[in-house]
């Protein structure tokens, strides 16, 4: 791979006056030994996959295993057709679309982990939101998850994506990330515009543990989702209008990579501590694994 860092991808940008989802296609198909168009039909299959997860998932109340998820997106749909959201059509979209997408995940449903399995529902959710309200084409859907995608790879060069490694920052607020980039491209924003909203959603989110309780991706991942998609629209709309981060993203990068290291492996994934040790996780714990 030839682009190693958020530089790299910005100065090829200007340099060669092409747009960040251009750059992406061919960087993959660089190394994917495949032609552009090819990279542009498995990215359509990621989203078409995306959209099953949607639809599938806004069907179902089914609940997981545990009992405690499988129907807070439908609690969402019974509202919103009540009474709609005080922020419009797209957070209903948006809010219920990214639930729909975790729940489908952990009913053992086909998702797109992007970048991981327990952030499943953000760039879906927000992706499909905007273009479904803002009548955006697919190829511009495309355009957007390829933007996504390029994000999300330069970041794990110096992280591994992992709640394991550096806790739910590098999970959802990565994801969170890529969505606020990719939105930015479907609404025709420019390239420091794209890098504005990723640095903008990813130093919001920076710290953020991963203390999964009972150990299973359900509480607090799945609500999580729905958050983070909401956050990522508010780096969008930021950097839209011209606000822009003081630090540059690359920086931020190298901050969540420290905050990893920092980070106590109590709160990275191993339910040792944080929500997943509090009194009620206790109890839940208990109940669920049948422990006196």
Known sequence: MT?????????????????????????EALLSEITVD????????????????IKNGLKSTEKAISGWCG??????????????????????????????????????????????????????????????????????????????????????????????????QAECGVASSMAAGALVEMLGGSTDEILQAAALAMKNILGLTCDPVCGLVEVPCIKRNAFLGVHAVTAAELALCGVESKIPIDEIVDVLQRTGQLMSPLLKETSLGGLAKTKTALELEKVLFKQD
């Not at 990279?39 to 989203?47: F, P, Q, S, T, W």
């Not at 997106?73 to 919103?80: E, G, I, S, V």
């Not at 990214?98 to 927000?126: D, F, H, K, Q, Y």
Request: net charge neutral.
């Open 38 to 53: 090819m990279v542009r039909i498995k990215v359509l299959e990621d989203l078409t996959a995306m959209k099953s997860a």
């Open 71 to 168: 129907d807070d997106c439908d609690k969402l749909k019974k509202r919103y057709r009540v009474q709609g959201a005080l922020f419009g059509k797209v957070f209903e979209k948006i809010t219920a679309y990214a639930l729909a997408t975790a729940e489908e995940n952990l009913r053992m449903g086909r998702i797109v982990a992007c970048p991981t399995a327990g952030s499943c529902g953000i760039v879906p959710s927000v992706i499909v939101a905007v273009a479904e309200e803002k009548n955006i084409p697919e190829t511009k859907q495309i355009d957007g998850l390829l933007t996504a995608g390029i994000i999300g790879l330069i970041v794990s060069n110096k992280v591994q994506l992992a709640g394991a490694v550096a806790g739910c």
């Open 3 to 27: 682009i190693l860092s958020f530089e790299d991808l910005r100065n090829k940008s200007l340099e060669e006056n092409k747009s960040i989802y251009r750059i992406a296609e061919e960087e």
